[in-house]
């Protein structure tokens, strides 16, 4: 891996990838030009060679930074600036050209002495380092910008157009100035897509003491003390103290979330309120927030599909422009008896006109931008293809327990059937199942343990004894001298006691997609419980975005088809299939896909994987601190907010709508300054401040995502109710 300081347009690039790629042992070649980075795959002995020919065309390489994630203040330290030697040169070279330029419009000569003294003093200051990359580009059978620039301020000296080289070749070099601070800000933007992490914690000792400690040093397992206004510098999970952390530089939650004993922490997360102390789980480069980082510098390398269509499109658009300003400069002359001068000045403007920097650097601006935009909310796409790709999906599979449900039984309903307090008759069952390891019998136990008062105090059980497990049943217990069971409708039946009123209860809740559960003596039924998987709360809002977007959606589960139906009504989903065993649900995936050509897939990114996979786009809920999820999906959801994946659509959708507007941009401006240039209206000046302008544009355009919160227009969800 090579930091290449100068690298920061695709002329150099294609520079590098013909000066490298004629070396024998070298492979494959992958660029990031936001983060200036270059990978060389090889088989050399050393990498001197390489780093030879980088210094023979002018390539000013850096040593890769050992931390690899770019959140280091040495990282920062790495970016290249315009220093003020280069600012004091720019200033002379502008005041020299344009006192040239203003002397000669005065009525002096443009070949007088004082014109040429102005116009080389320009040029020096301003405009040698376009020459010598001029000289390189030619020494390599390069052409680039640097090339078609140098011929044109050449050329234009050649026929005594020396104020009017001067004029150009200083708009050239400030325009490659601002170009570099315009990609300077968007790199800077992806580096602020995440809070940084600190780079000392205070650290408890083996003897108690507290010290402040180099996070680089910090091990698994050390407890780290953090106070309130402080950034958490490590993952980990809290072992003392309780705060409200805001952690939307890893999950996008705009609300802070409250932390106690036993609950995760996240590297890069603001301590907002009292003190807190975790024990580390992860150490520095392992974190989740170093895991996002290198996630979304990997994803910036990868070409997306109108990338790769520009760059193919430019290696034909810039000779095809050559040869035709070649012609022009020719044919006239030559075949109709036209004057040689004005048809070569018209020729020196095209080739100014042909530099494909704006129409190529487009692309992965915008792509970039989509990157960070939906990094910021917690959406974490492994690639420009996925970002660009989205707006296709029209519809989107669900899996049901941990996607659109909580994943945990809670209880939700107690119907008693005899004159007893729903609370006495829930104390009663909880006594049995305390001894249960069901998920049922859990779920019934913390519904009565969990404080009605908010206090903190857990409520107490009944003593119970002889308790047993019934297989495929329930459980039964002797509390304060009496049996009970809780027990499935099943041992009801058994028991002779299931009447009526109990059919009708047990009917309702199972009808309601809820697994019910009887509290019972061995001659009567006391009370029906009722246990769900509950629906996240922003489930149904995800789905009506959706909906609003045009998206279909079906749910897929193991379930029975009744609790998935009923599911499915709660929320409003299209299409529920119950009973799926995971691989029919790759064959319902095969049948969405066939049906729709492009299908989502959302589920927990280890149980759902094969349908992940299969999916169009997978996307894996809740990957805060996952790295299966991470690796698994094409899409990682940071936290368990479903309204990411519609938002993650449009996202992709503005994406889209972006990149045609910037090429629609970038070729037009070009085809109506050809059309100026034959019509003799254009000048040197003008194209090059055509070409500057169209640079600056589409790369401010693609910048716009950044500023639009999430990338997301809203108003295009019409439900209306986002965060």
């Not at 199972?510 to 559960?517: C, F, S």
């Not at 690796?631 to 990149?659: G, W, Y």
């Not at 050809?674 to 070409?691: H, P, Q, R, S, Y």
Request: net charge negative; aromatic share 4%; glycine share 8%.
């Amino acid at each position: 891996m090579f930091n290449i300081r100068n690298m920061d347009c695709p002329t150099e690039e294609a520079l590098i990838r013909k000066r490298l790629g004629s070396m024998p042992g070298i492979g494959e070649l992958s660029f990031n030009l936001i983060t200036r980075r270059l990978a060389v795959t090889h088989t050399l002995d050393d990498e001197q060679p390489i780093l030879d020919a980088l210094r023979e065309i002018g390539m000013k390489t850096d040593p890769e930074p050992q931390c690899q994630s770019g959140s280091c203040s040495s990282c920062e330290a790495e970016s290249p600036v315009v220093s003020r030697r280069t600012w004091a040169l720019m200033a002379v070279s502008g005041t020299a050209a344009m006192v040239a330029e203003i002397v000669a419009w005065n009525g002096a000569s443009e070949q007088s002495v004082a014109v040429i003294a102005l116009a080389l003093l320009s040029i020096v200051t301003g405009g040698l380092s376009t020459l010598k990359k001029g000289w390189i580009a030619l020494k390599n059978f390069a052409l680039n910008m640097n090339f078609l620039m140098s011929i044109a301020v050449i050329g234009a000296l050649a026929i005594g157009e020396w104020p009017e080289a001067a004029v150009v070749i200083f708009l050239f070099a400030l325009a490659e100035l601002i170009e570099t601070l315009s990609l300077e800000r968007a790199k800077n933007a992806i580096k602020g897509l995440m809070a940084m992490t600190p780079e000392v914690a205070t650290v408890q000792l083996d003897n108690g003491e507290w010290r402040e400690t180099a996070v680089t040093d910090v091990q698994v397992g050390q407890v780290v003390r953090v106070k309130p206004g402080e950034r958490i510098p490590l993952d980990g999970v809290v072992t003392a103290g309780g705060s409200s952390v805001n952690q939307a530089p890893i999950t996008g939650e705009s609300m802070p979330v409250v932390k106690a004993a036993g609950d995760p922490v996240f590297a890069g997360t603001l301590n907002e309120r009292g003190m807190l102390e975790f024990r580390v789980t992860a150490n520095k480069g392992n974190t989740t927030l170093d895991r996002i980082i290198h996630t979304v510098q990997e994803a910036q390398g990868q070409r997306a599909p109108t990338q790769r269509f520009v760059d193919q499109f430019a290696r034909y658009y810039t000779p095809a422009v050559v040869v035709f300003a070649v012609l022009v400069a020719v044919v006239p002359p030559l075949l109709f008896g036209a004057a040689f001068e004005p048809w070569f000045y018209k020729a020196l403007v095209m080739l100014v006109i042909a530099c494909p920097c704006a129409l190529v650097i487009s692309t992965p601006i915008t792509v970039v931008s989509g990157l960070a935009a939906a990094a910021r909310q917690g959406i974490l796409i492994k690639g420009g293809v996925h970002l660009e790709n989205g707006r296709l999906i029209k519809a989107v599979a669900l899996d049901k327990t941990g996607t659109l449900t909580h994943g945990k039984p809670v209880v939700t309903d107690v119907v008693p059937l005899v004159e007893l307090p729903a609370d006495s008759l829930l104390q009663l069952a909880a006594s049995v199942d305390v001894h249960s390891e069901h998920p049922i019998a859990s779920a019934i136990v913390s519904a009565w343990q969990t404080p009605a008062d908010g206090n903190g105090t857990p409520r107490s059980l009944l003593p119970a004894i002889s308790f047993e497990s019934l297989t495929g049943r329930g459980a039964k217990a002797v509390v304060e001298g009496q049996l009970y069971y809780v027990c499935n409708h099943r041992q009801i039946e058994e028991l002779g006691i299931c009447g009526v009123h109990v059919e009708e209860a047990l009917h309702r809740l199972e009808q309601e997609g809820k697994t019910a559960v009887v509290l019972a003596t061995a001659t009567e039924s006391l009370c029906v419980i009722g246990v769900a998987d509950t629906v996240r709360g922003h489930s149904a809002e995800a789905i009506r975005q959706l909906h609003a977007l045009g998206v279909a959606s079906v749910m897929l589960t193991g379930d029975n088809q009744t609790t998935a139906s009923a599911i499915a009504a709660q929320v409003g989903i299209d299409d529920a299939r119950g009973n799926l065993l995971p691989e029919e649900k790759l064959a319902v995936i095969d049948e969405l896909m066939n049906r729709y050509d492009h299908v989502g897939m959302v589920g927990d990114g280890i149980n759902d994987a094969p349908a992940l996979a299969k999916a169009s786009i997978g996307f894996a809920m809740g990957s805060a601190g996952t790295d299966t999820a991470i690796e698994t999906a094409d899409v990682a959801l940071m936290d368990d907010d479903l309204r990411k994946v519609p938002h993650f659509i449009q996202l992709s959708r503005n994406t889209s709508r972006v990149l045609k507007q910037n090429i629609t941009l970038a070729i037009g401006i070009k085809a109506i300054f050809f059309a100026l240039a034959l019509a003799g209206k254009a000048t040197l000046w003008m194209a090059v401040f055509a070409d500057m302008g169209a640079s600056l544009i589409v790369v401010f355009n693609g910048m716009r995502l950044l500023r639009i919160k999430g990338g997301i227009e809203r108003d295009h969800i019409k439900s209306g109710h986002t965060r």
